[in-house]
Structure formats: C-alpha cells, structure tokens
C-alpha cells in the first residue's frame, strides 16, 4: 500500500483531517510515523465504539507505521483535587499498570501487538515543576479554553468549572510533545483536545502532528454514542452469546453504520442484504463481529443459543456463579450474584420486570428467597445465570 | 496601647477589615501575629503611595507585632511565559536578593529594622510540583477567578488573558499558607487578592488571617492613584528639594488626604491651618514631609530653595554629575546626565519647552552642545543640575 493510497482511504472515512497537507507530506515522507492515541487510566473496557478508532489504526499499522497509547495516569492518581467528586477515587500506581496492561490485551485483539507501545504521562507530567506549569500555561488563553463545547456549556449555565480542569486539555496537549507524536486520532468529540495538542507542539518547536478524527459509534439505543456508563454498548471482551444477542438488537436505521465502522464487509454487499431482507442482516452482521472478536465456532454458537431463546427455550449453559446458602431478599440475591452491578440497579431492574427467577417474572425487590438450591436467573432477553449454594 | 485601642484605632482608618471579629480575637489573643505584606521584585521605589500602608504596619509593630515581606520573585524571575510582554524582562536571582535589599532600606525608614522580615516566595512555590499546583487549583473555580476586576473587564472586552495569569492570585494566597500569616494588609485595590489568601488558608487548614485594606492615595495630578509610571509621585528617596517642591504642588483639595494618610499632624491641626491660608498649609505639609524622611534641616534647605527658585534665582546647590568632554546632540546630554529616563523622554521634554540649558530654553532635541566648560540644566522649575566635564 503506497502513501497515496492510504491517504485516499483515511480521507474516505474521516470526518476531518488537520490538515490534509500536513498528513499527506508525513505520508509521503516515507517515514515510519508515530500515531498517538490517549487512553483512559481507569479499568478499560472496550467496545465496538472504541473499534472504529482501532481499526483505523490497524490500518495505519499495515501501513508501516508505529501506535503509542498514553495512559493519562496523571491526573488519575491524583484523583479530583477540588475534592469535590467521591467517585473519582485515586488510583494506585499498581492499579494503573495493570489497567495499562489489560488494556494493551484488549487493543492487541484488533492491533499488532509488535507495533504498539503504552506509555503513562506521569513520567513527564510527574517531573514538571511549578515554572514548567507556567511556561505551559502561557502558551494559551482563557478564552481559548474556554471555547471547548462542555466548558462553554458550563460557563454559560454558571455551572462551576474547577480552576484544574482548565489545565487538563493542555496537559494532554502536551503529552504529544512528550512522544513528539506525527498523527493524532480520536473520535470527533475529540477535536478540540487534539488540535491543542497541534498548537502546543509549534509553541515547543516541534512539527505540528496531523490529527484524524473519525464518526462516534451511535449505542444500542440509538440516541447517545455508545459507552459503558450508558449501558448502549457492545464490549469486546463480553461472550460471545451476549455479543451475538446484542448485535441483533442494533437498531434497523443504524445496521449500516455499524457494519461500516465496525465490520470488514464491505457496502455493496452489506447494502444489498439489509435491502433483501433486514433481520437476515442482522444475522450476517453478528456473525461477523463474534467471529471477529471470538472466532467462527463461538459465532456458530452464539447464532444456536440466540435462535434457542428467541424460540423460548432455555440456553444449553447458561452463565453460572456460586454463593453462600442463606436467606437473601431477591435484589441482593441478583446484586451478590453479578447480574446487576449495584443494590439499587438490581432493585430498579426487579421493579420494572426485567427479571425471571426460574422462568418466573418477579417484581418484588425484597422478596425473601430462601436458597440452597440451583436457581435460574434470567435478565432481560438473553442473560441467563444458574445460581448455586454451598 | 492594649488590643481595644489597636484595633479601634485601624478600625478607623482602614477602609475595610475581614472580619471585624478575626482580627479582634486575634488582638486579643496576645499572641505576636504575624503580618504579611506583598512586594514586588522589580526595583523598589516607595513613595508616599506605600507610605500609608507602611504607616499602619510600623503602628502594628508598635503594637507588639512583626512584619513579613513576601517578595514575589518566583514569578518575577520567569518574566512572562506567554512570552508577549517584551517588558518583562525575566529577573536574575542576584538582581531580585539586591532589589530585596533596597526594599529593605527603603521601608525601614518608616518601620522598625528587627520587626520587619523580607522572605522570597520561590522558595515555596519553586519547590512545588505539578501535583501541587493542580490541588491548588482545585481549590478554586474559574468563575471565582475571572470575578477579580481587571479579569471581568478583560474578559468582558474580549481581550485575551493567559492561563497562567490565572494562578497568579493563587500563588498570592498560597503566600499567606507558607507564611503562617496572620493579618494581610494592602491598598483597597488589592480586596481580591487578599480574600483569596483567607479562603485558600482554610483550605489548607489554616485559620483564615484578617485582612485590612486602606485608602489609596491619589497622585499629584488629583486623578489617578499615585504611582510611578504615571509620574504623579513623591518618592520617600528622593533628595529633599525635588520631595519639598512636589509637596507644594498636592492639589488643595487633596491636601486634607495627604496630610491625613501619610503624616503625623493630626486632623484638628491641619484642618485649622487649611483654612486659615491654604498656601501655609502646604507650606507646613512639605516641611512635615521632608522631615519625617530627611530630618529637621533639610526640610529648611528645601523650603530656602523652594523660595530662592520661586523667587527665579537658581538655587544655591545644584546635584551635579561628571561627564566625558565632547561633542553632544542636546537630547543625549540630557539622557546621559539621568535627566531623563530615556532618549526619547529627554526628546520630548525638550520638544516641550520643559528644558532650560544656562538659564535659556532649548527646543531643539539635535541642537549640537560642544561640552568642556560646566553647563547648568534645569528641568522644569525645580530640578536643577550642574553637569561638568573631564
């Protein structure tokens, strides 16, 4: 693949190029470029939101070219030093390289794992003092910062704004001095970080990196892009049973997006099923993406137990988990079991009849459930767990 | 003097004191407090614009208490990281300890040499490192920031205003952290920066000092606040004659502030002289002035020659300076001679009629001045100089 041709395709699916000179000369240059991603610091868990970016950067691999993910554990170990926030607690320089490790596992299912590198900004941020702050800071403006939508938004509906913040997007910026990065990539929401990073390059001396931005994933939803804390998405490292179940549950309007962002198949032929026939698509769409991230048979698999319970039937094996014998109220039956992450999801999620115990909707959160022996949970359409105690 | 006549007597007189309650208990405490006062590490020269807060710090060290400077040479020495002000010129740690030095001199001739300290804050904040700065911040928002005066009106005109001036006051209030500081005194343009100290002392677990504002002392032009950049000052240094002659030119519908605010003659006698010969008044004004900085004599020698040079006689001991024989365009005579500031000054004091060589007005700034034999130059109607050559 020749510079050109790369150039022609990464401008195909961008949604913008800063600037399209800049990164054609840097292709063109023949030499091996350094593409910077940033990463979060917190436990990572990736979903096909995240795919379209690292897709884009495998790509860029094949073209010769080297990844460098940085962990902002920065800021993560300090945590929140208006002391405002209670959940966002410091995390622990241990915490930090095992996040950074299950995230470089995670990416090396789409990347090459020879030609990605994870680096952690608090080796230079770390070693900045006070004057180095300073020299930073000069190089913008109040106004200029400002400018990024959720600070705008903020300002104008005098919702306060932490004098901390202001400095996180040029820490950031700055992190592509650090690795004197050639290409940045990001979601579009991204664009203001990632521009900041070009303008503080120049002030440092350095050649300004191109930056890419690519379309956000819209979630399951249809309304918000996908991420986790909405709870619209479909993770990487989920199995392949509930990946295939979620993929069948993409919204018709946005099956086309999907398959183009996320997939290898390419239009002509993902255009002609969905027009043929929309649930078939689907069908093709999540055999694709398990067997993408798990492999043909467990997408055979998950393909058997999703036409299993759509026809009504209980999965071959569900999920299990183990817990002490005892009386419990239902909600924290279904919380201590996994199936909800908190007391008071697992209450929610009983009061709006999401949950079956042995095939039996119950809509009683502190029903007393006295167990000793297997049960079944069922939550929504497709998760199923047997519980068991001991 | 006991607690209550301290403090009724600074209740009296400053223009504004947070809280009336801290700084009571703190007087009552009879504790030794500590009061702090900001500097600047540009070269010192205090005039009688200082001389007012001064005044009431040598009142508090009467009172039992001790005086900290803190010279804000931290920033001072890295001049301005924007990198946008060619004017301010990064400071040498040798020219901020001497500029420290002759600040020294300069406020010990209002207050007590062993009760008066003078600390430099790089040795706190060059200490810290990005963490400590992002806590910092973190204990302020924006908006709190942009709300100190100068900022809302910038930013209001959309003039731009560098990140890094935001933590300006920051560092200010961290000063008062560092020092322990118990009571914070300044002019009553400074509330700000002064409040912004006692909040962040809490947040650092400290209790919060009193802070105490006083009237700023309008300059000789009756319109801004005297300083020396608008050239509307008394300087506590300089010699006798020129601090008389300025003295005499106090507009008199100020001279009722001066006297009040910057010497010892109290109210029911200066109002009575004000009065009774408005002319005399300013008479007694400069004669209180110049012996308050320059003893009982000089203040004589000011008055003769303040009369002999209204009078249109030169005055009987000129200052004079030495310099190389030669051929001189006039404006370069009189820069050189420290006359004027500058080349361009001394040009345009010419240009102005403000320049008198042997008793003859000169306008021309390129007249050619073959220079062996003495010349005396006056400039204005008091400042007189005989130059010399060699």
């Not at 190029?17 to 917190?42: H, M, N, R």
């Not at 959720?150 to 001095?177: C, T, W």
Request: aromatic share 8%; hydrophobic share 35%.
């Amino acid at each position: 693949m020749n510079a050109q041709e790369v150039f022609d395709i990464i401008r195909r699916d961008a949604i913008e190029i800063y600037s399209e000179d800049d990164f054609y000369k840097k292709l063109k240059s023949g030499k091996k470029l350094t593409v910077k991603l940033g990463a979060d610091p917190s436990r990572p868990d990736l979903h096909l939101g995240h795919s379209v970016v690292l897709r884009k950067l495998r790509f860029l691999q094949e073209a010769g070219h080297d990844i460098v993910f940085i962990i902002g554990d920065f800021t993560g170990m300090i945590g929140d030093p208006s002391g405002k926030s209670k959940t966002r607690v410091p995390l622990t320089f241990e915490q930090v390289r095992q996040n950074g490790k299950s995230y470089f596992d995670q990416v090396t299912k789409i990347l090459e794992p020879e030609k990605t590198k994870i680096v952690y900004n608090s080796e230079w941020l770390g070693k900045m003092s006070f004057d180095d702050v300073l020299s930073l800071c000069g190089k913008t403006t109040v106004a200029r910062i400002l400018e990024r939508d959720d600070f705008a938004g903020r300002y104008a509906k005098n919702q306060s704004i932490g004098l901390h913040e202001m400095l996180y997007p040029l820490m950031q910026a700055y992190d592509s001095v650090a690795v004197s990065s050639d290409i940045e990539v990001g979601g579009s929401d991204q664009t203001f970080n990632l521009l900041m990073g070009r303008n503080i390059q120049k002030d440092y001396g350095q050649e300004p990196q191109a930056v890419l931005t690519f379309p956000l994933l819209p979630g399951l939803d249809g309304v918000e892009k996908m991420s986790k804390s909405l709870d619209n998405y479909i993770g990487i490292d989920e199995p392949p049973e509930v990946m295939f179940e979620k993929c069948m549950r993409v919204p018709d309007t946005l099956l086309g997006d999907y398959f183009r962002l996320t997939s290898d198949i390419p239009p002509q032929k993902f255009e002609q099923i969905m027009q043929e026939d929309i649930r078939r698509a689907h069908f093709v769409y999540a055999k694709a993406i398990v067997t993408l991230y798990h492999g043909a048979e467990a997408a055979a698999q998950g393909e058997a137990r999703y036409n299993a319970v759509a026809a009504g039937g209980t999965p071959q094996k569900p999920s299990e988990a183990v817990l002490p014998k005892g009386d419990y109220p239902l909600w924290k039956l279904v919380s201590d079991s996994g199936l909800a992450v908190s007391g008071s999801e697992a209450r929610r999620l009983i009061k709006e009849g999401g949950l079956l115990m042995d095939n039996v909707r119950q809509n009683d959160p502190n029903l007393t459930v006295c167990a000793s022996e297997p049960i079944l949970l069922r939550r929504g359409k497709a998760k199923f767990l047997k519980l068991m105690f001991e």
